[in-house]
């Protein structure tokens, strides 16, 4: 299986800031540079298993819910020779995961997705698609479940869109919007333990997110 490889475009949310997670080769002639996590297929293993156990064994992250993108074919991506690449992304809670570089990878980090570096072969093409795949789909569809803490605050909720879509939102008007939709939940607890003024505390409801994740809407900020 020399002509076909997985690439992961992993998302995460810390902090205010949406996040790629990436690896930097240990060996090879990519040595030394930073790439989406992937790899070769082994013949005896299904493409999504493939993409799980990459994953796994460069990052330390285990049984993450993995989409599939589509493949990128171009002749010239990779430069010793013809290689196609079936690209994967995910959303992923941070907090839940430990990240830990292994197999091929001498580091693995999240960066900001304003801070990604050069990346190898066609590593940033790839991300830029993945990232304009989930500007779409937020758009359609709720994803702060996968990315938010159980627990979170409207401002939080706020920031992930602004992240994700690269614009600054009106927050009463977000507000207004969301909370019409019935998709939050207020679970009447506050913030604790902060600076500034505590903020209310929410979680989603999860028959209507699963109602609309299936059903999906047009919701244009």
């Given amino acids: ?102 197999f091929t990878a001498s580091d693995a980090k999240w960066f900001k997705i304003k801070d990604v570096p050069d990346l190898i072969y066609d590593h940033n093409d790839i991300f830029a698609f993945s990232l304009k795949n989930l500007r779409n789909k937020v758009r359609q569809a709720p994803i702060g479940f996968n990315l938010l803490p159980e627990k979170f605050t409207l401002l939080q909720l706020m920031q992930l869109y602004e992240e994700i879509l690269n614009v600054e939102m009106d927050k009463p008007n977000f507000r207004r919007k969301f909370l019409k939709m019935k998709l939050l939940v207020d679970i009447n607890e506050k913030q604790k333990d902060v600076s500034h003024r505590a903020a209310k505390l929410y979680n989603f409801d999860s028959e209507i997110y699963k109602k609309l994740t299936d059903k999906g809407f047009n919701f244009e900020f």
């Fill in 1 to 102: 299986m020399n002509s076909i490889t997985i690439d992961c475009v992993v998302f995460g949310f810390d902090k205010g800031s949406l996040e790629v997670l990436l690896v930097e080769h240990a060996e090879g002639i990519s040595k030394g540079k930073w790439a989406l996590p992937g790899g070769w297929i082994k013949e005896d293993e299904h493409i999504d298993g493939a993409a799980q156990r990459l994953l796994r064994e460069l990052t330390g992250l285990n049984n993450i819910y993995l989409e599939q993108l589509k493949a990128f074919g171009d002749p010239n991506r990779f430069p010793l020779g013809r290689v196609i690449t079936i690209g994967y992304y995910a959303l992923v809670k941070r907090e839940d995961y430990n990240v830990k570089a292994g």
